[in-house]
């Protein structure tokens, strides 16, 4: 058979048979059933599925849950084990390695653990295995306090509840030097691979039925007072972090009790944590996505820190790896979750006061404001490829960051990212902050004024079809942008040729007259591209309260402008001659190229620093402030007629959303919705006043519960 939906039956069959797993074996036969009765969706998904065998990227393998080499299953886990093995018998020359594996709460991690467990206890190697499920830092820390040769970890961190991974660090006498203890790089991972595929089938892997070694709470007694000790210990220190409330998400994942108890021996003892979220839980029943940075992501922990008058609030990804704050902005009284770059200045200025000397350092697509910290403080600085495999080999580390919501701040301890860590830093510098009478955005102005102020901000778009992904690439790469929010772009280099002394990447960076940069490049652990934009605005080192929001309203209408040109997801409608006259931002006068639909309209002022406040439209109101075309003629006719297509597209092809999301095509009154993939996320703390309102809000009745995702 072939084309597009070509698959071997064979091929599919051999896999059935030498799958350990009933319930994939069930699967893929079902499928199979279904593609040989001329199923065209059961054979696309055996098409994608033997596609190929999963591969490691950015966080090692990760994938959806299910039969087949391109997927997570117990197959795929112990072919990987079984090449983890050979692979370590010929690095230390036939020597025992010792290996160390943890696991989270997702489903199956457990089995996949114990798989893995059985396969190296039955090569030879000394396993090692984590009591429970525990947060992936944990894992990492381990791999260096008990000078492991290898860690496992099972876990897809923030990925959706379909999926699962296994990430695989080196250590001990495998690696030495300032990667030991870090993940896999290449050529580490290709040779691994390598093993993975000369392993014949499942059936020829040796698995034992015991003989590891089953850890004590002692190791996560270890990690706790390692991090503990990161806090200040004096009685001023204690006063001022018994001072701080506290609001901490899990995000149901396996993170609350090991940070809920580094904060309390660090004396931060008024912490409350959201009770919807507190349990693993691996469906994440609460969020779209298990992700601090996705939309609605924090909105029960932002309503209960209303409720409690809290000071911070701090975010957990399910494996406790990443970590996220939100404070309340002084200039508009609302919460609001502070970027990923924000957050890494912040620990980044801290932590080089503190240091005398090494390197701080940030992926490529992080904020360039921590070049000028580190200048500032007469630091070294280092830009890698994204992922944390590549910052936390850096010579020297200090503090290294990335700006989706990762931090390393104790190297020493653990070579990796650490939500808990980070999170235990931020607290200590919000009490004394607090203690100051200032806040977070207060010191986030003063390194603004002390290094100009750095805007980032990020687009992005998930694809079900990884060609696409490659298509947009292509796109951007035959036709790049010449101006970028008014400026002229001066460079643009492809990535994959490499850069700046590294190694290449897929995706693109361009720079602009102002300094403005943009890079675009596909997500390592999810089918997405990204687009990150960052606007530089210099500030006098005595600027005023008003200049610094003056800035940041010009840097964030750059941002704005910048989304709108540099975006390769979608192509604009319009190019100028807006209709609106100028009282509507173009940025959101643009329709959705995919779904046809429109997107959050925001009345503002130039130049207010306030945040948007949506508005409803109506009928006529879309019509007349649809922004393509001509105001009169065939051509405005023509413009009526594709918004009047686009919106019956949109009510007719609503899709099915999880519990609690809101369904709503366009914001009304009461609240506003923002996301992707089909899904609309109500935002801010207003809930209640959007169940009063939904039911004079016309398009409530479309399904939107008003309650938030």
Known sequence: MTGKHAWDPDQVRAWIADDPDPATRDDLSTLLAAAQEHDDGARR?????????????????????????????????????????????????????????????????????????????????????????????VLAFAVRHLSADAGIMVTASHNPAADNGYKVYLGGRAVTGAGQGAQIVPPMDADIAAKIAAVE??????????????????????????????????????????????????????????????????????????????????????????NPEEPGALDLAMALAVSTQADIILALDPDADRCAAAVVDPRTGAWRALHGDETGALLGADGAAHAAEGTLACSIVSSR??????????????????????IARTDGLVFGYEEALGYCVAPALVRDKDGMSASLRVATLAARLKAEGRGLVDELDAIARRHGLYLTSQVAARFDDPGKIAAILDRLRDAAPATLAGSPVTTVTDLSAGVDGLLPTDGFRLFTEADDRVVVRPSGTEPKVKC???????????????????????????????????????????????????????RFCRV?????????????????????????????????????????????????????????????????????????????????????????????????????????????????????G
């Not at 050979?86 to 798989?115: C, M, N, Q, T, W």
């Not at 309260?545 to 975006?567: C, N, P």
């Not at 402030?625 to 051509?635: D, I, Q």
């Not at 366009?666 to 209640?688: T, V």
């Open 45 to 137: 998904e055996l098409v994608d599925r033997f596609s190929g065998l999963l591969q490691f990227g950015t966080a090692g393998l990760r994938g959806a849950l299910g039969g087949g080499p391109n997927r997570m299953n117990r197959a795929v886990v112990i072919r990987a084990a079984a090449g983890l093995a050979a692979y370590l018998h010929d690095e230390l020359h036939g020597e025992r390695p010792k290996v160390v594996i943890g696991y989270d709460a997702r489903h199956r991690s457990s089995d996949f653990a114990h798989d893995s467990a059985a396969v190296l206890a039955a090569a030879g190697a000394e396993v090692l295995l984590m009591p429970r499920s525990l947060p992936t830092p």
């Open 201 to 290: 089938s499942v059936a020829s892997v040796p698995r034992a039925e015991g003989g590891w070694t089953v850890l004590g709470d002692d190791v996560v007694d270890a990690y706790v007072s390692a991090v503990v000790a990161l806090a200040p210990r004096d009685d001023e220190a204690r006063a001022r972090a018994r001072a701080l409330r506290i609001v901490l998400t899990p995000m149901h994942g396996v993170g609350a009790a090991t940070a809920t108890r580094v904060l309390a021996e660090a004396g931060f003892t008024d912490v409350t944590v959201v009770p919807l979220q507190a349990e693993p839980d691996p469906d994440f029943p609460t969020v779209s996505f298990p």
């Open 532 to 586: 990150y934009l960052e606007v530089v605005v210099p500030l006098a080192p005595d600027a005023a309260d008003e200049d610094v929001a003056a800035a940041r309203a010009t840097a964030r209408a750059r941002t704005t402008l910048g989304i709108h040109e540099s975006s390769p997801f979608e192509a604009p409608t319009h190019q100028s001659g807006c209709r609106c006259g100028g009282r509507w931002r173009k």
């Open 369 to 390: 404001l921590l070049s000028r910290i580190a200048e500032s403080a007469h630091l070294g600085f280092a830009s890698t490829l994204t992922g944390f495999k590549w």
């Open 592 to 708: 959705d190229a995919d779904r046809r639909s429109a997107r959050d309209r925001s009345a503002r002022r130039p130049g207010c620093d306030d945040p948007p406040r949506p508005r409803p439209l109506s009928r006529r109101a879309w019509q007349r402030l649809e922004c393509a075309g001509p105001s009169h003629g065939a051509g405005a006719a023509r413009v009526r007629r594709r918004a009047r297509g686009a919106r019956r597209h949109a009510r007719r092809n609503r899709p099915r959303t999880a519990r609690g999301a809101c369904r709503r095509r366009r914001p009304c009154s009461a609240f506003r919705c923002d996301g992707g993939e089909g899904y609309r996320h109500c935002e801010g703390d207003r809930r209640d006043a959007c169940a009063r309102r939904a039911a004079r809000c016309r398009r409530a009745r479309a399904g939107c519960r008003g309650g938030g």
